[in-house]
Nanobody, 124 residues
Framework: EVQLVESGGDLVQTGGSLRLSCAAS?????????IGWFRQAPGKQREEVSC????????YYANSVKGRFTISSDNAENTAYLQMNSLKPEDTALYYC????????????????WGQGTQVTVSS
């Protein structure tokens, strides 16, 4: 059974940093996979902020986070990360990760598995 567990969300001040983690089980990062990070604020549409696919190493960032967020993954830990710097109040949202794996995995494909989310709140 595939499970994704996010952690690292917190309350921070504007300009602060956080690193979110997405720990995956049920599949291995040694295989083909793609991990996407999404966020959704109350009353707003869900937004995909970043994605990474392996083994091609392709990454994607939404314009709203480009230059501030960095996605990475650790095969040994079977965990993906989202480093978030220069946080703004508009980054406040529930952040969650999603995954697909196996042949054909891509940031351009839909995701088969979703985590429950971790809350990020940025105070002004």
């Amino acid at each position: 059974e595939v499970q994704l567990v996010e952690s690292g969300g917190d309350l921070v001040q504007t300009g602060g940093s956080l690193r979110l983690s997405c720990a995956a089980s049920g599949f291995t990062f040694d295989d083909y996979y793609a991990i996407g990070w999404f966020r959704q604020a109350p009353g707003k549409q869900r937004e995909e902020v970043s994605c990474i696919s392996m083994p091609d190493g392709m990454t994607y960032y939404a314009n709203s986070v480009k230059g501030r967020f960095t996605i990475s993954s650790d095969n040994a830990e079977n965990t993906a990360y989202l480093q978030m710097n220069s946080l703004k109040p508009e980054d406040t949202a529930l952040y969650y990760c999603a995954a697909n794996y196996g042949a054909g995995s891509s940031c351009l494909r839909g995701y088969d598995y979703w985590g429950q989310g971790t809350q990020v709140t940025v105070s002004s």
